[in-house]
């Protein structure tokens, strides 16, 4: 190999390092160091790049200094010139030898982030692994932080970002949309909050509040924001005290974070006011909220009488009869969603879009005629003012139609459930008075005197089946004393302690209501001393209970023919015979 050549692939290495060195670098040092178009800083987990990016449409020269997540420069998460953006390469960031770090480029203002109080020797600016862009004076014990990106968020919520307020200072932390997709002025319609009243996140709309997540509920969940269901676990954190009240949020592994997978998540607030987490894709707001719903956290547009809450915007594919009349608002600091603000508080207006011949996509186009739809879905698309009863006229004809006849035939089905469940109530009520009036006729109502007892007389008692259901054990199989012809006999007691024989008389019985009466004053008029007393009666539905008076010793019938048998009585010819007794 020749000198020459030795020489040539020498220089290559060492401008290779050097490239390398530069591109590997996550600090800028005062005085010498600056960071211009073709240099980058890259924090040390290799996430995050603070650099010079273009932004807007591919006729748009718009440079700006930002920082983006693993080299996606299509939408950076911080941006230090939002209202000044630079046409040329001309933009340079560094720190002065006086420690003040500004942004400098040609034909503009400088864009100051620090200005130094004194002079300082021992400044860097680093990024840092959080995405934080921070500036330090080194000579301090405590490497004081002079600045900070966190403290001047944009449109995108980062792990151990703040919004709320600091209270010694008045400064607020919160975010703010872009105007539209390719133009990010801090004019955007949209801003996420802190509410720290209602300890809730906020979304407002030039001011006016859009949706809301609901008061946080635990640390990590709100009504209507929760993102713990997918590979990270979020805790969320407020605090409150004299200096500051905020709200941060953090992130972690879980079970099913994938291995080597990277704990990170941030929440972008779009232009058309929806709030998205990167990490699980979910998105609250924006477009949900169509101006009459409430669901979700939607907050309802105020507008005309016109705009009842019949009404809604709906993103629809289509077009407008050429000869209907329109109307351009020229505005480029108008957004869609200011926009869509503006014809929702007009009674004429029927559909809205940017205007298309804008390359920003802002601007108004406004329309006050009949819209066709596209069924292929490749037409332009508006958003257009609904009425939800008539939603069905954009389908056809007999879509329409067959659709109206589910809806009365499952509205007919629902009318003849509900009166079929007022007819089966009023039936169990009547039924229940009929009861009532039954057990209260003047044969169960008086006192019945005893024959051989006259020194005490006895009411017929009216047990609820609760009441029989707790005594008998649900009418347990270790509590039943015998069957009789009329069905099983059960042991139960009282809440009193009162032990009682409760005769389950058998649904084919066929007895009715009457039936059941003369048959309990009958049995009441035949208490004697030894005979089981009867106590009283329980009736559910179209169960029927006799309530006795439990006998430890047994009964004279017992002993005569070896088992229990409760009093019970059939008829011959009109006269009455006691089972088991042989008493006519």
């Given amino acids: 190999m020749s000198p020459s050549m030795a020489r040539r692939i020498y220089r290559f290495l060492l401008f290779c390092f050097c490239a390398s060195h530069v591109l590997a670098a996550d600090t800028l040092y005062q005085g010498g160091d600056s960071l211009n178009s073709s240099i980058t800083l890259v924090s040390k987990n290799g996430l995050f790049t603070l650099g010079f990016t273009r ?90 932080v002079l600045w900070q990106s966190f403290d001047f968020p944009t449109d995108t919520f980062l792990p151990g970002m703040k919004l709320g307020i600091n209270h010694r200072t008045g400064h607020t932390w919160s975010l703010m949309s872009w105007l539209s997709d390719l133009v990010p002025t801090p004019a955007g319609a949209f801003t996420f909050e802190w509410d720290t009243n209602g300890t809730e996140l906020v979304i407002k709309r030039r001011d006016v509040i859009y949706w809301t997540s609901g008061p946080l509920r635990s640390n990590t969940s709100f009504e209507n924001f929760f993102l713990n269901a997918g590979d990270l676990n979020f805790s969320f954190i407020n605090d409150s005290n004299a200096d500051e009240d905020y709200f941060m949020f953090t992130v972690s592994a879980n079970q099913f974070t994938p291995q080597g997978q990277r704990n990170f998540s941030m929440w972008q607030l779009r232009y058309d006011g929806s709030i998205a987490d990167r990490s699980t894709g979910r998105v609250y707001g924006g477009s949900t909220c169509k101006g009459n719903n409430t669901d979700g956290g939607c907050e309802r547009w105020s507008g005309p009488a016109c705009r009842s809450n019949r009404n809604s915007f709906e993103l629809r594919s289509g077009s407008f009869v050429s000869t209907v009349p329109r109307k351009d608002d020229y505005n480029s600091s108008l957004s869609i969603s200011d926009c869509m603000d503006i014809c929702w508080k007009d009674c004429q207006c029927v559909g809205v879009t940017t205007r298309g011949n804008n390359a920003n996509n802002t601007g108004c186009t406004f329309y006050y005629g009949s819209f066709t739809p596209d069924p292929s879905g490749r037409s332009v698309q508006y958003h257009i003012i609904v009425q939800e009863e008539l939603f069905l006229r954009h389908d056809t004809a007999g879509k329409g139609n067959w659709v109206l006849i589910v809806l009365a035939f499952v509205g007919f089905v629902s009318m003849m459930g509900l009166a079929g469940l007022l007819w089966y109530l009023r039936r169990r009520r009547l039924r229940e008075k009929d009861l009532i009036e039954l057990l209260t006729l003047d044969s169960t109502n008086d006192t019945l005197e005893l024959e051989n007892d006259g020194n005490r007389g006895h009411n017929l008692t009216i047990y609820s089946a609760a009441t029989i259901m707790a005594a008998t054990n649900s009418f347990s199989a270790d509590n039943k004393l015998g069957q009789g012809g009329f069905g099983p006999v059960y042991k139960g007691i009282l809440p009193d302690g009162r032990e009682i024989a409760v005769k389950r008389l058998s649904r084919s019985s066929g007895q009715g209501l009457v039936e059941f009466k003369n048959e309990l004053i009958l049995i009441a008029k035949l208490q004697h001393m030894n005979l089981v007393r009867l106590l009283g009666c329980c009736i559910q539905g179209e169960e029927k209970m006799l309530v006795y008076e439990y006998m430890p010793n047994k009964s004279l019938d017992t002993f005569i023919f070896g088992k229990l048998i409760m009093p019970s009585y059939y008829k011959v010819n009109g006269s009455l015979f006691l089972k088991g007794f042989g008493l006519g």
């Fill in 55 to 144: 932004l807007g449409s591919a006729e748009s020269n718009a440079s700006y200094l930002g920082i983006w997540y693993n080299n996606d420069t299509s939408h950076p998460f911080w941006l230090a010139n939002r209202g000044k953006p630079i046409a040329d390469n001309s933009g340079v960031l560094a720190i002065d030898g006086s420690g003040n770090m500004k942004l400098t480029y040609s034909g503009g203002h400088p864009v100051e982030f620090y200005s130094s109080q004194s002079s300082a020797s021992n400044i860097t600016a680093s990024l840092e692994d959080s995405g934080n862009f921070v500036l330090k004076d080194e000579n301090s014990g405590s490497q004081q």
